[in-house]
């Protein structure tokens, strides 16, 4: 009976390994993300008319974006890393002003701006996190499901401007209004950087969610100049 009895417990322990193996697999191996998130703050210069305008701190801007990307684990240390390509749409508020408002004297030098922004760019990046799912059986799969991470990427896009609006010296102090100044600007394909710190947690073997935040730099236009934003994001990944 005892000869019996080991080889039954050899084969379900034979079992649970291959369950586990695939477990981390599933949670470590190849995957596919969507997210969306919106800005907290940008920052640049923008040109009008030959002239540059300082740009408003504006938050609120919408981020849409899809992912796929692959996993790897370190063998002695703690560590994961992830190659990713990542596609993102952004949609921005322009605004700035300068001058006198209130002065005295009226003149028809563009004093105030508005305009729509939307980009759509394609990066290549990588990132490090900490594994903690090798640690399950000390602190629960809950907590093993947490990875922090931080990382960053290289790539490129397009960038539309929407038709701005621009408002003289003496439309702001007299009510005037609005006036467009010129139709939809569609700029060349231009460079982008980014960098990204954030939190995911999984469940179920191959679905997760994850919190990150990310800071977003685009190189110069022919009307826009050192832009940046950050803000966060939120999505879901599925690994298979």
């Keep these: 009976m005892m000869p019996a009895f080991a080889s ?12 586990d193996a ?14 969306s998130g919106e800005s907290i703050g940008q920052k640049g210069t923008m040109r009008i008319g030959g002239n540059e305008f300082p740009l408003n701190d504006e938050a609120g801007s919408a981020i849409f974006g899809v992912q796929i990307g692959k996993s790897w684990r370190m063998k002695r240390l703690p560590l994961m890393y992830s190659l990713q ?8 508020k322009l605004k700035g002003n300068r001058g006198n408002f209130n002065g005295a004297t009226v003149t028809n030098d563009i004093v ?9 760019f394609f990066t290549l990046g990588g990132s490090v996190s900490v594994d903690l799912w090798r640690y399950r059986a000390r602190i629960g799969k809950v907590l093993a499901g947490f990875k922090p991470y931080i990382g960053g990427g290289l790539g490129g896009g397009q960038v539309w401007f929407g038709t701005p609006t621009v408002r003289s010296d003496s439309q702001v102090n ?10 939809t600007i569609l700029n060349e394909f231009i460079d982008c950087w980014h960098w990204y710190t ?23 236009l022919d009307n826009l ?3 940046g934003s950050d803000g966060y994001i939120l999505g879901f990944r599925y690994r298979y």
Excluded: C, I
């Design 85 to 92: 390509f990542d596609g993102t749409f952004n949609t921005a």
């Design 198 to 220: 954030g939190l995911e947690w999984s469940w179920e073997d191959k679905y997760s969610l994850f919190a990150e935040y990310r800071q977003q730099n685009y190189g110069d």
């Design 8 to 19: 039954a417990e050899l084969e379900l322990r034979s079992v649970a390994e291959k369950a």
């Design 174 to 183: 007299h009510n005037g209004a609005l006036t467009a100044v010129t139709p």
């Design 112 to 120: 105030s701006y508005d305009v729509d922004m939307s980009s759509l």
């Design 225 to 227: 100049e050192q832009f």
């Design 22 to 35: 695939m477990t981390t697999k599933r949670k470590f191996g190849p995957y596919v993300g969507v997210y």
